[in-house]
């Protein structure tokens, strides 16, 4: 960097509309180029650099430095020139000074597409992936069901290695989960299997398709109550249509990203085109938390304990602690507060029954901050 008070170089100075030339050099002194005459150091001319006309390079022609005032300087040493206007654009090379070489309009303009953009996301998109739900034709959710269900049953899952006795006890208390569900028992199938790498889960497919592994039904140590409560959270994933919502989301991202971009991520393309993709797929909070809701109600009017599945969530975090891997913590984060608020809406519906039912033991008002009984 050329430092203040510093020779820029040597030369002659010319006043303005004169033959007249003084030995002078140029020099930096407090941000302003001076020509200082080489005999008696008067200052000539000086003025702020923005101000100042440097001619371009060509050859070995001399270069002139033209002062606002009409006086020129001219010298033979261009290297030094050059050298003096590349750090002076090095040092506005910052943000203004790319702010000044873009266009302005062409800053207006990527600001209203990622306006348009964001607006699309958080309005259009949800309206368009709410269509795309009511217009899918029950087949689709059929074929993505059994198809990623026999992806998983290549590429991850295996055989269930659970009793026959297990199978049917948990069988037989989800037939009576699923009879309250909507679309009713035939609407639903539960299939066991050994979930290998991706451990304790359970997870529901489109067409109603539920998994349940091996190593959740372990997990559970026959709190069979447990195990249906996540059941009743996955039904209410199927009812919700949350797979396909976050399949139309993710498809509807992948658009965007292609129209603001042109191009979608191998990534992307993936979670679209193959089958095991939908896994990848998490769920938004919002959905986690209505089937949440949904499992403490099913499990209600299955006349089960309701809130089983905040039992669930509490026995994953003291396995896993926060480094859920791939267990459900990993997809299903955020559990102190679900188990909360699964606690919260049981305690309010069995506080709408009491009032239905009429009196009742408990003492009035004291329902709202009491924490339900566990079982
Ligand atoms: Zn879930």
Redesign the pocket.
């Known amino acids: 960097m050329v430092s203040e008070g510093s020779v820029i170089a040597r030369g002659e100075w010319h006043p303005a509309n004169s033959s007249r030339s003084v030995a002078a050099t140029l020099q930096l002194a407090g941000g302003l180029v001076v020509a200082v005459g080489d005999a008696a150091g008067e200052r000539h001319a000086a003025a702020e650099p923005e101000k100042m006309t440097f001619s371009p390079r060509v050859g070995s022609i001399p270069r002139r430095i033209v002062f606002p005032d009409g006086s020129l300087f001219e010298t033979r040493d261009n290297d030094a020139i050059d050298a003096y206007v590349e750090k002076r654009q090095g040092r506005r090379s910052g943000f203004v000074h790319r702010m000044e070489e873009f266009h302005p309009r062409l800053i207006v303009f990527a600001g209203l597409v990622m306006l348009l953009a964001a607006g699309i996301y958080r309005y259009a998109l949800p309206a368009l992936v709410e269509l795309a739900v009511l217009l899918t034709p029950p087949v689709v959710p059929d074929w993505m069901g059994s198809g990623t269900l026999a992806t998983l049953d290549r590429t991850t899952l295996s055989p269930s290695k659970l009793p026959e006795a297990d199978r049917r006890r948990i069988g037989d208390g989800f037939e009576t989960l699923a009879a309250k569900a909507e679309g009713g028992a035939g609407a639903y199938t539960l299939n066991f299997r050994d979930g290998g790498y991706i451990g304790p889960n359970a997870f529901a497919l489109p067409d109603g398709s539920l998994i349940l592994t091996d190593q959740l039904v372990e997990l559970a140590k026959g709190d069979t109550d447990m195990i249906l409560g996540v059941l009743g959270?996955?039904i209410g994933?199927v009812e919700r249509k949350h797979s396909l919502r976050q399949l139309y989301r993710a498809a509807g991202i992948a658009g965007l990203i292609m129209l603001i971009a042109g191009d979608v991520g191998s990534g992307v393309e993936d979670i679209l085109t193959q089958g095991g993709g939908l896994l990848a797929l998490s769920?938004s909070r919002a959905a986690?938390s209505e089937?949440d809701m949904r499992s403490v109600e099913l499990m209600r009017a299955a006349g089960r304990d309701p809130a089983a599945i905040a039992r669930f969530f509490e026995r994953l975090e003291e396995i896993y602690g926060d480094h859920g891997g791939n267990s459900m913590l990993s997809t299903?984060p955020d559990t102190p507060e679900r188990r909360r608020a699964i606690l919260d809406y049981d305690a309010k519906l069995r506080g709408v029954t009491v009032e239905k039912n009429g009196p009742d033991t408990s003492t009035p008002g004291a329902e709202g901050g009491r924490q339900p009984a566990k079982p």
């Open positions: 959270h996955e994933h769920y986690e089937a299903h």
